[in-house]
């Protein structure tokens, strides 16, 4: 590594978020290390073009946010100038299968993360992955960062510990940490069980015939929806201010599930109508006149967050963050995405 380059630590480096910031902060010059744990299959398809173009710039290193001893040793070795915390069980409908897990690595993962930089004695600056949840059932619209905090599920109750540490650690110990409360983002590196991707990708599959319905759960709830690829520059902004604070990114503008699938069905040449109502509910292809649509208790939360519609003036004010993706834009670019991935596979 160069004298004069900045370094990054990132954790959650195999995710969505993480592979679009390890390319952002590559093309800015920084030398990424990436933490990544060990899993049975090999877990880089998101990263690998980045690992085989920029070798010299990305070196990616076994540890895990449940190994404390991991992270210590990584800091001390390493001393990164920026620290990105991305890493995390970060699934709301499995949160509730698995609570204890969830809170370990999202909440106690990060506490280990931050208490590894205070045991460490090093300076770097840390981004924190906070998330839209925290509003769970909202108080006001649209949520800014004064908005009280209603957590939903164990995942927004593990990420408002993980808010408040970080918060802590900058008041106690003059860390230069910040959260970023992210409302949802989406891209065609999205997991295929969150509920966008599920809808792309099942309509390009039904658009060939390799599947024949898309369930799925709650179809009025609200979303905030906006793309990854811009967001990833808001948590690299946040670290470059002369100061650390919070800030809500999104795009100001909420839709149903039920307008998702609408929205995404034409950009794959179905004409989706609707009939019946509650799990009784199914989306008909006008064109084929077949069932496409219907819905399951499967998919349904013990409790749901129903309405999210983020306020991110401040990040327009302070960091001149603004989204350039409409939520037209990104589900097409998703849908365009998984039929040509489909037809690659033929
Ligand atoms: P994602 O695609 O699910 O990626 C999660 C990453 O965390 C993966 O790299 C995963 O590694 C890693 N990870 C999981 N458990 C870990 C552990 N025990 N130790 C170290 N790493 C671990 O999530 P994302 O959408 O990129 O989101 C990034 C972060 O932002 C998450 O913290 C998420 O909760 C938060 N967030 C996301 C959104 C959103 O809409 N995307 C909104 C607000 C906040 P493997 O590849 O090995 O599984
Ligand atoms: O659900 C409803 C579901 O799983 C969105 C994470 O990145 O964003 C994400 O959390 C909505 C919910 O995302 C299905 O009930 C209906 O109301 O895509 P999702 P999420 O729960 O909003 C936040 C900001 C994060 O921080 C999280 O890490 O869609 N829904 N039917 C469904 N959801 C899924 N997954 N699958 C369905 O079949």
Redesign the pocket.
């Known amino acids: 590594m160069e004298n004069n380059m900045k370094s990054a630590l990132i ?8 592979s679009y910031l390890t390319e952002f902060l590559i093309e800015k010059g920084y030398m990424v290390y990436g ?3 060990r ?1 049975s299959l090999f ?1 880089r398809s998101r990263i690998e073009h980045i690992i085989e173009k920029k070798p010299d710039q990305l070196k990616l290193i076994y540890g ?3 190994d404390s001893s991991s992270l210590n040793r990584i800091l001390e070795k390493y001393t990164p100038d920026e620290i990105y915390n ?5 699934h709301v409908g499995i949160s509730f299968e698995i609570p204890e897990y969830t809170s370990d ?2 909440g106690l ?1 990060t506490l280990r993360l931050l208490d590894a930089i205070r045991e460490v004695g090093i300076k770097p600056k840390l981004y924190q ?4 949840e925290l509003y769970g059932r909202v108080t006001e619209s649209p949520q800014t960062e004064t908005t009280k905090f209603h957590p939903r599920s164990p995942y927004a109750c593990s ?1 408002a510990f993980a808010y408040y540490i970080t918060q802590n650690y900058r008041e106690a110990y003059q860390l230069f940490a910040c959260n970023g409360i ?5 891209s065609p590196r999205r ?1 295929e069980n969150f509920v966008t991707r599920k809808v792309t990708l099942s309509l390009a599959k039904i658009k060939n015939g390799y599947q024949d319905k898309l369930i799925l759960g709650n179809l009025e709830a609200q979303r905030d929806w906006g793309y ?1 690829k811009d967001y990833v520059e808001a948590m690299w902004l946040m670290l470059q201010q002369d100061k650390p604070d919070d800030y809500v990114i999104a795009t100001g503008q909420t839709h149903t599930i039920r307008e998702l699938v609408e929205i995404a069905g034409e950009a794959c040449g179905f004409n989706i109508e609707w009939q019946g109502s509650g799990l009784n509910e199914i989306g008909i292809d006008s064109v084929s006149g077949n069932v496409i649509v219907e819905t399951s208790e499967k998919y349904i939360r013990p409790s749901e967050v129903d309405y999210l519609c983020g306020d991110s003036k401040k990040a327009l004010e302070i960091l001149k963050w603004k989204p350039k993706t409409s939520f037209k834009e990104l589900t097409q670019l998703m849908m365009i995405s998984d039929l040509k991935n489909l037809t690659q596979i033929d």
Do not use: P, W, Y
């Open positions: 954790t959650g480096i195999t995710g969505q978020d993480g933490l990544v744990r899993s877990n895990d946010l449940s991305l890493g995390a069980q970060s690595v999202n993962g992955a906070s998330s839209s990420k992210l409302f949802n983002h989406e997991s990854a």
